[in-house]
């Protein structure tokens, strides 16, 4: 309890104070209303901080690998933004969002065109925290995404999947890891090229059944 | 040198595979498994053993010579029928011999005479050779076919405890006509009666061919496909002559376990070997309630699709279309095009043909030596992907020369066609492309066809496979697609599409 008043009251409020800045609306997407958030039923991933789009161009592997590995702003593979926090990319200033998604994916498009962004031709970062109550290996991040994506689990590259590709949940695999006892970072970039975008995640038992008892946080590595 | 190298894929995708080692056989029984072994035993004392079920040797006779014995195995006993003329045909007795075991370097290696189970006396509508022993699943009744065209395919009851006749005043049933070599099966609620047609010993002039019917009653009507009565003729066919082999007969179920099964016969004739008699093992595939003959795999290049996922294995580099790259036009970002004008964003058709028109000439298949000039030179992760047939997804499936086998079938090497980077399992039961072929056993690859005719692929072995068998499973693992892009190595599921895989030609 004391750590929830010490750590998550003010990262609520700034939240709040946030979302009150943004003074947008998204269909699917809301401000985090609480310090953690389980999976869905289906074990999907629904708490993460999103960077406002930056423009990209091409979907195929050595394209988006390319693009993936510029360095765009300071820090950019461990960083571990605050929402409402700030980075400069060229000339714009872009900010991280912290959302919540009502469904199993988190569409990119509703996100970015609430704010007068583009949406085609694009590069979303994203960033969550994954809490594990004890180490888990034999596991699998399982992602999909509109379109082409890169993923990290605490700093190693686990997925790339390219092309003009649409969602499908469990489109990229990524072999076995170990989640690590406690929080744990999973980061991807995602391309679009043009049209809808969006993206999922879950992690994956040794049977390819959703892990349960993980939580999402955006907070608790900034303890 | 293109048409060159076509001609030898072509060539390579008609190259069957008969068993390797010594082969020559007629008669063969079932084959039964003994502390890891494969034995079968034919007509005239001849007897086959094998490790693998790939490479066979002469085995030890049994002491009691006959035509076409049969075996099973319950319990600690090895029950051997195996049957003699006595007399002018179709006079003639099946015996039983049993051992606890197969092995002749086993000191529990010991013969016992176990009497005679059935017979004909030369005026009866039977003539009492060619045993077939079946042990049903449902109830444990133990059940003995024997005949062979002289009259009825007849059928007793056997005591599973003594492999000796229950009752041997039992009147047998009569289950078929015009054919030998008679077995049974049991399959999703039906017992199947499958005999040999045709003549046998006339090399490759015979017309032996493998028919069966089924039946809801372990003692009949047996009926075939077309509603007809073996005990009038019926039979359904499973395997004929085929390719260079001539007069298939002499079936024998080979049930591995996991929902793969396979079947033995012997061929009349294997041109190959001069027309000798040989061994085979072939895939037993169910369609429609009737078993189906499989194929075992032949070399070739193929794509590797997954049935779950309709995606293809492929290596994970960045490929190139087919023809060169074209931009997209209409659908999308852009305007639809007009019907047969120039593409939007470009002109692939060329001058008049429209964006849906293609170039008017052929494009060739993509050439590897084309679009590998920047892959990576180490090892390459896998991955699955829509097939548009480029090189990365192709795969040569080549037999591997004295590296051993499993029932049917060598081993195979998989490697990107045009390229000697081969597919391989990795110690944490994964996949990877080494640069090239050395031989390793996590490099050769055992393909099973199972019943609905897709395929299970499993490594000889994991490296160091202590540790990943005990992580992720106590079987053997198995080529697994997770997810629609990826694949990896797990225990097989026959319930499940993960595991299974269609060799496609490209």
């Known amino acids: ?223 | 040198m293109k048409y060159a190298l076509f001609a030898t894929i072509l060539a390579l995708a008609t190259l069957a595979f008969a068993l390797d080692g010594q082969i020559g056989i007629h008669d063969p029984s079932t084959i039964v498994m003994c502390d890891g072994k494969y034995y079968t035993y034919g007509t005239g004392g001849s007897s086959l053993v094998s490790d693998d079920g790939w490479t066979w040797r002469s085995g030890t006779a049994l002491p009691r010579r006959g035509l076409a014995p049969d075996v099973i195995h319950i319990g600690d006993r090895y029950y051997v029928y195996v049957a003699a003329n006595i007399g002018a045909q179709p006079k003639a007795a099946v015996n039983m011999i049993w051992s606890k075991t197969l092995d002749p370097s086993s000191p529990e290696y010991k013969w016992e005479e176990g009497g005679v189970v059935a017979s004909s006396d030369g005026v009866e509508d039977s003539n009492a050779i060619d045993p077939g022993i079946f042990l049903d699943p449902t109830d444990g009744k133990l059940w003995l076919t024997y005949g062979s065209y002289f009259g009825y395919i007849r059928l007793v009851q056997l005591d599973p405890k003594t492999g000796k006749r229950i009752n041997p005043n039992d009147q047998p049933h009569n289950l078929a006509i015009n054919c030998e070599a008679s077995d049974m099966m049991y399959h999703d609620g039906w017992y199947y009666l499958l005999a040999t047609h045709g003549s046998c010993c006339r090399g490759a002039d015979s017309g032996y061919n493998i028919r069966l019917g089924r039946s809801k009653n372990v003692t009949g009507p047996y009926l075939d496909a077309d509603g007809v009565d073996m005990i009038q003729g019926g039979g359904k066919l499973l395997i004929g002559s085929g390719g260079r082999v001539v007069g298939p007969g002499h079936f024998g179920l080979l049930d591995l376990g996991d929902g793969v099964q396979k079947f033995s016969l012997h061929w009349e004739a294997d041109l190959e070997r001069g027309g000798a008699s040989v061994l085979d093992i072939r895939p037993l595939l169910w369609r429609d309630g009737w078993p189906v003959a499989g194929e075992n795999l032949k070399e070739g290049m193929y794509e590797l699709e997954s049935v779950r996922t309709g995606t293809a294995l492929e290596l994970a580099v960045e490929g190139v279309p087919v023809g060169g790259p074209r931009a997209r036009g209409g659908r999308g970002r852009g305007a639809a095009p007009p019907a047969g004008g120039a593409a939007p964003g470009g002109t692939p058709g060329g001058p008049g043909r429209g964006m849906f028109g293609g170039t008017g000439t052929p494009i060739p298949p993509q050439e590897v030596a084309q679009v590998s000039t920047n892959w990576p030179t180490g090892n390459v992760d896998t991955r699955m992907a829509t097939y548009l047939c480029q090189a990365q997804q192709k795969w040569a499936l080549t037999a591997v020369p004295d590296a051993g086998g499993y029932p049917g079938s060598p081993y195979f090497k998989i490697t990107i066609a045009g390229t000697d980077r081969a597919l391989a399992a990795t110690p944490d039961a994964e996949l990877v492309v080494l640069p090239a072929f050395n031989g390793g056993p996590e490099q050769l690859w055992r393909m099973d066809q199972l019943a609905d005719g897709s395929w299970r692929i499993m490594p000889k072995s994991v490296p160091n496979s202590k540790e990943p068998l005990v992580l992720y499973s106590k079987e053997p693992l198995v080529l697994s697609a997770v997810g629609s892009s990826f694949a990896t190595l797990a225990k097989f599921d026959p319930k499940s599409d993960r595991q299974r895989w269609l060799f496609k030609t490209p």
């Open chain 1, 1 to 223: 309890m004391n750590a929830f008043r010490k750590y998550y009251l003010p990262t609520l409020a700034l939240l709040a104070v946030a979302a009150t800045a943004a003074q947008v609306s998204w269909p699917t997407l809301t401000k985090p209303a609480t310090p953690e958030r389980a999976p869905d039923a289906g074990g999907f991933i629904q708490r993460w901080l999103v960077l406002e789009p930056i423009p990209a161009n091409g979907l195929t592997d050595n394209i988006v690998q390319t693009a993936v590995k510029k360095e765009y702003f300071p820090n950019q593979f461990t960083v571990i933004p605050h929402d409402g926090d700030k980075v400069t990319v060229g000339a714009s200033e872009l900010t991280w969002y912290a959302l919540d998604t009502k469904l199993y994916n988190l569409n990119l498009y509703h996100f970015a065109h609430a704010l007068g962004k583009p949406t085609s031709d694009v590069l979303f970062w994203a960033v969550t925290i994954v809490i594990c109550p004890r180490e888990m290996s034999g596991v699998r991040l399982a992602i999909g995404s509109n379109a082409a994506s890169v993923w990290w689990v605490n700093g190693k590259e686990v997925i790339g999947i390219y092309g003009d590709r649409q969602t499908v949940i469990d489109d990229g695999v990524s072999k076995r890891l170990t989640l690590q006892k406690g929080p744990n970072v999973v980061r991807a970039a995602i391309v679009n090229g043009g049209g809808a975008t969006d993206f999922c995640a879950r992690f994956l038992d040794a049977d390819d059944r959703p892990i349960k008892g993980i939580t999402a946080t955006l907070s608790e590595v900034h303890k």
